[in-house]
């Protein structure tokens, strides 16, 4: 077990070196001239060969590179230009809002979209199946942009009853909420629907049935028990999707987290929090996983041994 | 993973009508928008303030805009096929560029020695590390929102799936016994690469791209909602998504028709790519 915990931590480490190698081949060697970049438009020369100094522009990339990495690493990411504050303390300000939003859209997945893959499994060839199914296809081939302006047409200018935009309570959350969860809820319910599928044909299950069992605790404590690892690496990599919507979702409904920061801050050319927002959500994703594949050897005995 | 009532092995060996209706919806659609030119008259980029924001026909407009104006008196329906064209197009291009890369790298990793297939999985894991989305915007915003450039971001978002797939085929068809056969034999890497590993991964490239297709046009779609695909004023429906969202109290049209057209493509190859894996793997499984 000690091994396979130390081969994930070194393949995270890897990973994140990897992420940060991109990062800079995106923002500092595709553009030509960076410090152009990363400065506001108009900027004086004086500007600009200050900061080719202070990056060490004039240095051959790998030094380059090697600057990079280390004030990453002091928590400098730069100034945005747009906040005229540390592009750090920019992101983190909204991280908060961002990680409320996924949150409720993380509820939403495993609540609905486990409960209809259960359903399904369990009521399998009856029209619960059937409308499951229905549910978990068109959940993934919406377009969560179209999915959201949907919602704000029929439940914001149709029937008036929730707030279409901004962060004010948590009637606001709903439909935010709602429209980034659809994708991931979805490909939950599929999943589960097929592991449980597989599961209550596996011979435990009649023994449990067999001798006397409630059904209910034949599929809630034994079958989905079973079915939860590959359930949970594939929340897992959610987080990824969950991101990655926001910036969508939050331009949608003008929920002021990373996502929406992230679009403005291209639309306003402001470098330095797109290279943070890109680098801290990176960051979480490999860390989240890394957690949920260390989760596995507490839920799963077996993968210590492998 | 099969759609309700579907997986039943008796009908292995056919598609199942659910994936036909896929193929139909994806084959129609890129068909009008192949023939965009001749199936509507008007100009798709040619405002007209005297026409504007008209309603669908049948719902107060008339026949001859059958889906009614824009917000600049421009045929929604000849945006949607023109655009329709782009969408299409460049996912297409991305996916066989996804593919062809993914492949390659595949073969490499697979067959080319342990070093080099942790360089290439790690990179893999770097590319899944991000949000799609989030690296496509970065990239575009550095180098611009050419086609080219978004092909590039879109089949850059795409290949770790193929790659994964071949290597882990290289890896187990390698050990088969006719497979040593053929290399005690004498055949050549490439021989055992075109004879036995390519055909053996034709399936699972085949269900991946047909998935992806759905995904690239969900993809490039949001990139021309957020403005960062697309450009104005050339059609796009996610270009076409975004101007209709200021519209939407007065004239609902505008935002829901490309979005009900970005949906049914992607419905359409999703249902197909199910449908695929099922006829690949009759027992369905996989998610």
Same mark, same amino acid.
């Given at each position: 077990?000690?091994?396979?915990?130390?081969?994930?931590?070194?393949?995270?480490?890897?990973? @994140?070196?990897?992420?940060?190698?991109?990062?800079?081949?995106? =923002?500092?060697?595709?553009?030509?001239?960076?410090?152009?970049?990363?400065?506001?438009?108009?900027?004086?020369?004086?500007?600009?060969?200050?900061?080719?100094?202070?990056?060490?522009?004039?240095?051959?990339?790998?030094?380059?590179?090697?600057?990079?990495?280390?004030?990453?690493?002091?928590?400098?990411?730069?100034?945005?230009?747009?906040?005229?504050?540390?592009?750090?303390?920019?992101?983190?300000?909204? =991280?908060?809002?961002?990680?409320?939003?996924?949150?409720?859209?993380? =509820?939403?997945?495993?609540?609905?979209?486990?409960?209809?893959?259960?359903?399904?499994?369990?009521?399998?060839?009856?029209?619960?199946?059937?409308?499951?199914?229905?549910?978990?296809?068109?959940?993934?081939? @919406?377009?969560?942009?179209?999915?959201?302006?949907?919602?704000?047409?029929?439940?914001?200018?149709? @029937?008036?009853?929730?707030?279409?935009?901004?962060?004010?309570?948590?009637?606001?959350?709903?439909?935010?909420?709602?429209?980034?969860?659809?994708?991931?809820?979805?490909?939950?319910?599929?999943?589960?629907?097929?592991?449980?599928?597989?599961?209550?044909?596996?011979?435990?299950?009649?023994?449990?049935?067999?001798?006397? =069992?409630?059904?209910?605790?034949?599929?809630?404590?034994?079958?989905?028990?079973?079915?939860?690892?590959?359930?949970?690496?594939?929340?897992?990599?959610?987080?990824?999707?969950?991101?990655?919507?926001?910036?969508?979702?939050?331009?949608?409904?003008?929920?002021?987290?990373?996502?929406?920061?992230?679009?403005?801050?291209?639309?306003?050319?402001?470098?330095?929090?797109?290279?943070?927002?890109?680098?801290?959500?990176?960051?979480?994703?490999?860390?989240?996983? @890394?957690?949920?594949?260390?989760?596995?050897?507490?839920?799963?005995?077996?993968?210590?041994?492998? | 993973?099969?759609?309700?009532?579907?997986?039943?092995?008796?009908?292995?060996?056919?598609?199942?009508?659910?994936?036909?209706?896929?193929a139909a919806l994806l084959v129609i659609v890129a068909l009008a928008s192949v023939l965009a030119p001749l199936l509507v008259s008007s100009d798709p980029l040619k405002p007209s303030?005297?026409r504007?924001?008209a309603p669908p026909w049948g719902l107060?407009g008339t026949p001859a805009h059958v889906l009614g104006t824009d917000?600049l008196g421009r045929d929604i329906l000849a945006r949607l096929l023109h655009g329709g064209r782009t969408s299409l197009a460049l996912a297409a291009?991305?996916?066989?560029?996804?593919?062809?890369?993914?492949?390659?790298? *595949? %073969?490499?990793?697979?067959?080319?020695?342990?070093?080099?297939?942790?360089?290439?999985?790690?990179?893999?894991?770097?590319?899944?590390?991000?949000?799609?989305?989030?690296?496509?915007?970065?990239?575009?915003?550095?180098?611009?929102?050419?086609?080219?450039?978004?092909?590039?971001?879109?089949?850059?978002?795409?290949?770790?799936?193929?790659?994964?797939?071949?290597?882990?085929?290289? %890896?187990?068809?390698?050990?088969?016994?006719?497979?040593?056969?053929?290399?005690?034999?004498?055949?050549? /890497?490439?021989?055992?690469?075109?004879?036995?590993?390519?055909?053996?991964?034709? *399936?699972?490239?085949?269900?991946?791209?047909?998935?992806?297709?759905?995904?690239?046009v969900? %993809?490039?779609s949001?990139?021309?909602?957020?403005?960062?695909?697309i450009?104005?004023p050339q059609p796009s429906w996610?270009l076409m998504?975004?101007?209709?969202? /200021?519209? %939407?109290?007065?004239?609902?049209w505008l935002?829901t028709i490309p979005g009900l057209a970005i949906s049914l493509v992607?419905?359409g190859?999703?249902?197909? *790519?199910?449908?695929?894996? /099922?006829?690949? /793997?009759?027992?369905?499984?996989?998610?």
């Open positions: 077990m000690k091994a396979y915990v130390l081969r994930r931590l070194w393949q995270s480490a890897l990973t @994140l070196v990897g992420v940060s190698l991109l990062v800079f081949v995106i =923002l500092r060697v595709l553009p030509g001239d960076p410090a152009k970049m990363l400065l506001p438009e108009g900027a004086p020369q004086s500007a600009v060969d200050e900061l080719n100094r202070h990056l060490g522009l004039h240095e051959p990339l790998h030094v380059q590179y090697g600057l990079f990495v280390k004030s990453v690493f002091r928590g400098d990411f730069g100034q945005s230009f747009q906040y005229r504050a540390p592009a750090l303390r920019v992101v983190v300000e909204r =991280l908060g809002a961002t990680v409320q939003l996924a949150l409720a859209a993380m =509820l939403i997945t495993v609540l609905i979209g486990v409960s209809l893959g259960i359903v399904a499994a369990v009521r399998r060839g009856t029209r619960y199946d059937y409308a499951s199914t229905v549910l978990a296809v068109l959940g993934q081939s @919406l377009p969560n942009f179209w999915l959201g302006i949907m919602l704000i047409l029929l439940f914001g200018v149709a @029937l008036r009853w929730l707030p279409t935009s901004g962060f004010e309570s948590w009637r606001h959350l709903i439909l935010p909420a709602v429209t980034l969860a659809a994708f991931p809820m979805a490909l939950v319910a599929r999943l589960t629907r097929s592991s449980m599928l597989e599961i209550l044909g596996r011979d435990f299950i009649r023994t449990g049935r067999a001798k006397g =069992l409630a059904e209910r605790a034949v599929i809630l404590r034994h079958a989905l028990r079973n079915a939860a690892v590959p359930l949970l690496t594939v929340l897992g990599l959610q987080i990824g999707t969950l991101l990655g919507g926001a910036v969508i979702t939050e331009s949608v409904f003008a929920w002021p987290g990373m996502g929406k920061l992230v679009v403005d801050a291209i639309f306003f050319r402001d470098f330095p929090v797109v290279q943070t927002v890109l680098i801290l959500s990176a960051t979480i994703f490999v860390v989240i996983n @890394l957690l949920v594949d260390l989760l596995y050897t507490v839920i799963d005995p077996r993968i210590r041994y492998s | 993973m099969s759609l309700a009532g579907s997986d039943d092995t008796s009908r292995a060996g056919r598609l199942s009508p659910i994936a036909l209706v896929g303030f005297s504007r924001l107060g917000n291009t991305s996916v066989a560029l996804a593919a062809a890369v993914g492949i390659v790298v *595949g %073969l490499v990793a697979g067959s080319g020695g342990e070093r080099i297939d942790a360089v290439l999985m790690r990179a893999a894991d770097v590319q899944l590390a991000f949000p799609v989305i989030m690296l496509a915007i970065a990239i575009v915003a550095v180098v611009g929102t050419s086609p080219a450039a978004l092909v590039g971001v879109l089949a850059l978002s795409g290949w770790v799936l193929y790659a994964r797939t071949v290597r882990a085929s290289v %890896l187990t068809i390698r050990r088969l016994e006719y497979v040593e056969a053929a290399y005690t034999l004498g055949a050549s /890497d490439l021989r055992i690469i075109g004879r036995h590993i390519l055909p053996n991964t034709l *399936g699972p490239i085949l269900v991946i791209g047909s998935s992806q297709f759905a995904t690239m969900l %993809l490039e949001g990139l021309s909602f957020l403005g960062m695909g450009q104005a996610g998504l975004a101007e209709g969202r /200021d519209y %939407l109290s007065n004239a609902w935002a992607v419905l190859a999703n249902l197909l *790519g199910d449908g695929l894996r /099922d006829l690949l /793997d009759p027992r369905g499984s996989g998610a």
